[in-house]
């Protein structure tokens, strides 16, 4: 399993633009990338998945370079109720093997 | 998207019984179910993964014979926390894969 590091806090105020940087060093081949948000006593909320390049949805964009050895997610204008922690998962999303396993993540503070 | 579901949202129990957490596929099928621990400020910690009509697979210092799983349905896995103590207070947290990855709402066990 591809192992990942995040930063372990960042902050920010409100209407600013996020971003989360992962690495992800060992990515195989067939790995996707996927980013989860934690709040408080809740089950991750999936954000967005990507396999390289960028993907860009209603919420954030992801951008992946071309070596995929790390990923940034992007948070546009963030409001407090972005306050949250913030996982990257690595790993096959097809075929059974797949296991999301959790690193430690990020956790974001936004201030007014 | 596809929800998870999970029940209790939160029990309270006696040092010494035992607690079952049920974990439900909403609008999907899943023959794979993972459970995970959260403890205050950690990041999730996978237990084991729950596969339909067979054995589940626990990870490593995870107790098979404490923590029982049974995926019985395509649609249900349970966890069930045998004679608590109160260091198994914890947060619960359960996914199912739909294309994505879906998690369950959590539960919250506090063992007095």
């Known amino acids: 399993l591809a192992k990942t590091t995040q930063p372990i806090s960042m902050d920010s105020y409100e209407g600013q633009e996020v971003n989360i940087t992962c690495s992800h060093n060992n990515i195989a081949t067939n790995d996707y990338i996927t980013w989860y948000q934690q709040f408080p006593s809740q089950g991750p909320r999936f954000i967005i998945q990507?396999?390289?390049t960028k993907v860009t949805n209603e919420v954030a964009s992801l951008f992946i370079p071309a070596d995929r050895k790390s990923s940034t997610l992007s948070l546009p204008r963030v409001s407090l109720s972005d306050t949250a922690v913030y996982y990257c998962l690595v790993g096959a999303t097809s075929g059974g093997s797949y296991i999301p396993t959790f690193g430690r993540g990020t956790s974001l503070i936004v201030h007014p | 998207g596809a929800v998870v579901s999970q029940h209790p949202s939160w029990v309270i129990c006696k040092s010494g019984t035992s607690v079952k957490i049920e974990c439900r596929s909403l609008?999907?099928?899943?023959?794979?179910m993972f459970w995970y621990r959260q403890f205050p400020k950690q990041s999730l910690m996978l237990m084991a993964t729950?596969?339909?009509?067979?054995?589940?697979?626990?990870e490593q210092g995870v107790e098979k014979d404490k923590f029982l799983i049974n995926h019985a349905s395509l649609t249900l896995s349970t966890l069930t926390v045998t004679s608590a103590h109160p260091e198994d207070s914890s947060f619960y947290i359960c996914?199912?894969?739909?294309?994505?990855?879906?998690f369950g709402p959590g539960t919250r066990l506090t063992v007095l």
């Open positions: 996914s199912a894969r739909a294309g994505e990855q879906f």
């Open positions: 609008d999907f099928q899943a023959t794979t």
């Open positions: 729950s596969n339909e009509g067979s054995k589940a697979t626990y």
């Open positions: 990507g396999y390289k």
